[in-house]
Protein backbone atom coordinates (compact mmCIF):
# COMPACT_ATOMS: atom_id res chain seq x y z
CA UNK A 1 0.00 0.00 0.00
CA UNK A 2 1.45 3.68 -0.66
CA UNK A 3 1.13 6.30 2.14
CA UNK A 4 1.49 10.47 1.24
CA UNK A 5 3.11 13.35 3.16
CA UNK A 6 1.32 16.29 2.39
CA UNK A 7 3.01 19.33 3.29
CA UNK A 8 1.45 22.26 4.81
CA UNK A 9 2.10 24.08 1.08
CA UNK A 10 -0.60 21.46 0.16
CA UNK A 11 2.59 19.92 -1.97
CA UNK A 12 1.69 16.04 -1.84
CA UNK A 13 5.01 13.48 -1.54
CA UNK A 14 4.33 9.68 -1.92
CA UNK A 15 6.04 7.57 0.99
CA UNK A 16 6.47 3.78 0.26
CA UNK A 17 5.86 2.98 3.48
CA UNK A 18 5.65 2.90 7.31
CA UNK A 19 9.39 3.29 7.41
CA UNK A 20 9.00 6.76 6.99
CA UNK A 21 6.66 7.30 9.75
CA UNK A 22 9.06 5.38 12.18
CA UNK A 23 12.05 7.03 11.20
CA UNK A 24 9.90 10.60 11.96
CA UNK A 25 8.43 9.14 14.90
CA UNK A 26 9.81 12.45 16.91
CA UNK A 27 7.99 15.26 14.66
CA UNK A 28 4.58 13.36 15.67
CA UNK A 29 2.26 15.31 17.08
CA UNK A 30 -0.64 12.89 17.38
CA UNK A 31 -2.20 9.97 15.27
CA UNK A 32 -5.37 9.17 13.95
CA UNK A 33 -7.12 5.53 13.04
CA UNK A 34 -10.01 6.39 10.59
CA UNK A 35 -12.13 2.55 10.71
CA UNK A 36 -13.98 2.21 7.65
CA UNK A 37 -14.13 -1.80 7.63
CA UNK A 38 -17.33 -1.90 5.05
CA UNK A 39 -15.82 0.74 2.34
CA UNK A 40 -15.04 -0.85 -1.32
CA UNK A 41 -12.01 -1.72 -0.45
CA UNK A 42 -9.30 -4.15 1.12
CA UNK A 43 -8.69 -2.27 3.89
CA UNK A 44 -10.02 -1.70 7.64
CA UNK A 45 -9.30 2.05 7.11
CA UNK A 46 -6.30 5.17 7.32
CA UNK A 47 -3.73 5.95 9.61
CA UNK A 48 -3.31 9.76 9.79
CA UNK A 49 0.09 11.31 11.07
CA UNK A 50 -0.43 14.80 12.26
CA UNK A 51 3.15 15.84 12.21
CA UNK A 52 4.30 18.74 14.97
CA UNK A 53 5.69 20.87 11.19
CA UNK A 54 1.92 20.83 10.36
CA UNK A 55 2.82 18.16 7.72
CA UNK A 56 0.25 15.33 7.45
CA UNK A 57 0.90 11.61 6.43
CA UNK A 58 -1.52 8.79 5.16
CA UNK A 59 -1.60 5.42 4.36
CA UNK A 60 -4.27 2.74 4.03
CA UNK A 61 -4.40 -0.13 6.52
CA UNK A 62 -5.51 -3.38 5.75
CA UNK A 63 -6.62 -4.97 9.32
CA UNK A 64 -7.12 -3.02 12.64
CA UNK A 65 -5.71 -5.63 14.27
CA UNK A 66 -1.85 -5.39 12.95
CA UNK A 67 -2.98 -1.20 13.19
CA UNK A 68 -3.33 -2.20 17.23
CA UNK A 69 -0.46 -3.86 17.69
CA UNK A 70 1.86 -1.62 15.41
CA UNK A 71 0.84 1.22 17.22
CA UNK A 72 1.92 0.08 20.66
CA UNK A 73 5.59 0.31 20.14
CA UNK A 74 7.77 2.41 22.95
CA UNK A 75 8.10 5.49 20.83
CA UNK A 76 4.24 5.85 20.26
CA UNK A 77 3.63 5.67 24.04
CA UNK A 78 1.95 9.21 25.66
CA UNK A 79 0.81 10.21 21.92
CA UNK A 80 -2.68 11.27 21.78
CA UNK A 81 -4.22 8.71 19.13
CA UNK A 82 -7.95 9.50 18.00
CA UNK A 83 -9.95 6.73 16.88
CA UNK A 84 -12.63 7.91 14.18
CA UNK A 85 -15.61 4.99 12.98
CA UNK A 86 -18.81 5.18 11.39
CA UNK A 87 -18.44 7.48 9.04
CA UNK A 88 -17.03 10.17 11.31
CA UNK A 89 -20.00 9.64 13.61
CA UNK A 90 -17.81 8.46 16.50
CA UNK A 91 -14.70 9.49 17.63
CA UNK A 92 -12.86 8.53 20.22
CA UNK A 93 -9.55 10.12 21.96
CA UNK A 94 -7.06 8.58 24.34
CA UNK A 95 -2.99 8.23 25.01
CA UNK A 96 -1.13 5.47 23.77
CA UNK A 97 -0.56 3.05 26.86
CA UNK A 98 -3.37 4.32 28.44
CA UNK A 99 -5.90 1.92 30.03
CA UNK A 100 -9.00 2.57 27.23
CA UNK A 101 -5.93 2.44 24.55
CA UNK A 102 -5.27 -1.10 26.27
CA UNK A 103 -9.12 -1.39 26.01
CA UNK A 104 -9.48 -0.75 22.54
CA UNK A 105 -6.32 -2.74 22.02
CA UNK A 106 -7.76 -6.26 23.03
CA UNK A 107 -10.85 -5.88 21.65
CA UNK A 108 -9.58 -5.64 18.35
CA UNK A 109 -7.10 -8.44 18.81
CA UNK A 110 -10.07 -10.68 19.67
CA UNK A 111 -11.17 -10.00 16.17
CA UNK A 112 -14.74 -9.66 16.62
CA UNK A 113 -15.26 -7.04 14.57
CA UNK A 114 -18.86 -6.83 15.68
CA UNK A 115 -17.44 -6.31 19.60
CA UNK A 116 -15.39 -3.58 18.67
CA UNK A 117 -18.08 -1.44 16.61
CA UNK A 118 -20.72 -1.89 19.81
CA UNK A 119 -17.89 -0.55 21.75
CA UNK A 120 -16.95 2.20 19.60
CA UNK A 121 -21.06 2.90 19.69
CA UNK A 122 -21.41 3.16 23.32
CA UNK A 123 -17.63 4.90 23.99
CA UNK A 124 -18.30 8.84 24.50
Not at 20 to 49: C, M, N, Q
Not at 74 to 87: C, Q, T, Y
Not at 94 to 115: H, N, Q, T, V
Amino acid sequence: MSATVTRQDGTVRAITNLGWLLRHWDGIKSLAFVYEPDRATTTDGTLVGYMKDGSVYRTDYASIAVFWTWVRRPNFFGLELAVVSLGGARRQVCIIGDAPFMDLYRLALSGKKEDYEKFMNNWR
